[in-house]
């Protein structure tokens, strides 16, 4: 039931979670937070159980603190990041799987641009990794992919990242069944 | 019992069986042991626990002959001037009613308080549990536990029995460094935070009470008239919740019990409230 939307644009990506947090009829709490910062310049958004959710954010960033702590000043790429994600997920699954569905946005710097770039990769509960421009998790998709699929392009501003963002959850308000008043968007830049 | 050694090839098929297998490990044999929690000595048995001891929320357990005591309604709020926790006290077991004096809420310590709602040997085993690893988290650390700490162990406890088929919704609250807080704690590790929870199978009910008329600035009168008149209207709709209604409001210096109020008597208080006022 959750939906999570994932821009890349010229220096960085932004993500996108509804804020519910709902189990069969009853809606929880209208303010839960599903985009983790897993590292300095890394943010995951999760779709999926609670449980699932906080234990894996909370098992991959700590991991990412420890290799941090233990390898000063070697930053991992965002690639590096997902990878590690990935490998989570894949052993994972056959003992007891994470069940979630993530988008994962980081920043690096880059030689090409002073801004550096941003990199999106789309993370399945099955172990799947895919490098892309822009992603949807959830239900979402079905309505909102059509949307980023018609004005995404190379070299977005982050102004005309959020406007696309923007006209994505206005879809879902119009024509998916279920109330998601509040999202929450995070960005990953310099 | 003895400690049995090597593989069974029994398997059980009724839950009268279960007594006569002997563990094939050792139990814990002193108190500076960890205790152990027994599993049935069968060939899966997070699969067994969650057939023959299924879930104790809705009808799962229908086929079972012996069926779990559930059913309830449970609140807790945050407000300015602490926590308001109030629960009903009927535990039902099918179409039974097994007992109109379930003590729902759960003394931990001094300073926290824990709802139960869903598997009443879970809630109260467990939280009993959270109870030890408060006291030796203070032990170790000279200083009391936070609500965030405590409601995380037991989150992570949740988490090992993953699949075992466990039943509990609780809240865990209490006043620590950081004010009062609140947080819901489920069976299968979900562990939120927030101002206002109601848990059981009357909780839709709760909420419709709770949530038209809750507000951060209450007083503590007008808190303890709300979390009562709550489990009145969840207890009045809801077959499976009922008698009496025990309410504790949680402050800086801990927890007080507030009243025990039988919810039939609040019935007829409130319809002669109604009556008075349209007359």
Request: charged content about 20%; some cysteine.
């Amino acid at each position: 039931m959750d939906s999570i939307i994932g821009v890349k644009y010229n220096g960085g990506v932004i993500i996108a979670a509804d804020s519910n947090n709902a189990r069969s009829i009853l809606v929880y709490q209208h303010n839960l937070d599903k985009i983790a910062q897993i590292a300095p310049n890394a943010i995951l958004g999760l779709s999926g159980p609670n449980a699932d959710l906080v234990s894996f954010s909370e098992y991959i960033s700590k991991n990412l603190k420890l290799y941090s702590l233990s390898n000063p000043g070697q930053d991992l790429s965002t690639k590096a990041t997902a990878s590690f994600c990935r490998n989570t997920l894949a052993v994972a699954l056959r003992k007891g799987p994470y069940q979630v569905q993530t988008l994962l946005g980081g920043w690096d710097a880059s030689p090409a641009s002073e801004d550096g770039e941003g990199s999106m990769y789309f993370l399945d509960y099955m172990g799947s990794l895919q490098k892309v421009n822009y992603g949807i998790q959830g239900y979402a998709s079905n309505f909102a992919l059509s949307v980023l699929d018609r004005e995404w392009k190379e070299g977005l501003t982050k102004e005309e990242a959020i406007k696309i963002v923007d006209n994505c959850i206005n879809v879902l308000d119009t024509r998916f069944l279920i109330s998601q008043p509040t999202f929450t968007i995070k960005s990953a830049s310099k | 019992m003895t400690s049995f050694v090597g593989e069974t090839s029994f398997n059980p098929n009724s839950l009268l069986e279960i007594g006569s297998r002997k563990p094939n490990f050792q139990l814990a044999n002193d108190l500076t042991d960890d205790a152990n929690f027994l599993i049935p000595n069968v060939q899966d048995p997070a699969f067994f626990c969650r057939t023959n001891f299924a879930s104790a929320s809705g009808d799962k357990d229908k086929e079972q002959l012996v069926k779990f005591a559930k059913g309830t309604t449970t609140l807790a709020f945050k407000f300015n001037e602490g926590i308001i926790v109030s629960v009903d006290s009927r535990s039902t077991m099918g179409a039974y009613i097994a007992s109109q004096t379930v003590k729902k809420i759960i003394e931990i310590n001094p300073f926290l308080l824990g709802t139960m709602a869903g598997g009443a040997a879970d809630c109260s085993y467990w939280e009993r549990n959270l109870g030890m690893q408060c006291r030796l988290y203070e032990l170790r650390n000279k200083k009391r536990i936070s609500v965030a700490a405590a409601s995380k162990l037991l989150a992570n406890t949740m988490n090992s029995y993953r699949g075992y088929g466990l039943s509990m919704g609780t809240m865990v609250t209490g006043w620590d460094e950081t004010g009062p807080q609140l947080y819901y704690v489920d069976n299968d590790a979900t562990r939120l935070h927030d101002n206002l929870f109601s848990v059981g199978s009357g909780s839709t009910y709760a909420y419709g009470v709770l949530d038209t008329f809750y507000r951060p600035d209450l007083t503590v009168d007008e808190a303890i008239d709300l979390g009562k008149r709550a489990i009145y209207h969840a207890t009045h709709r809801d077959a499976y919740s009922g008698g009496i209604n025990n309410l504790y409001h949680v402050k800086a210096d801990g927890w007080t019990k507030i009243h025990a109020i039988d919810v039939n008597e609040l019935h007829y208080e409130f319809r002669d409230e109604k009556n008075e006022m349209v007359a």
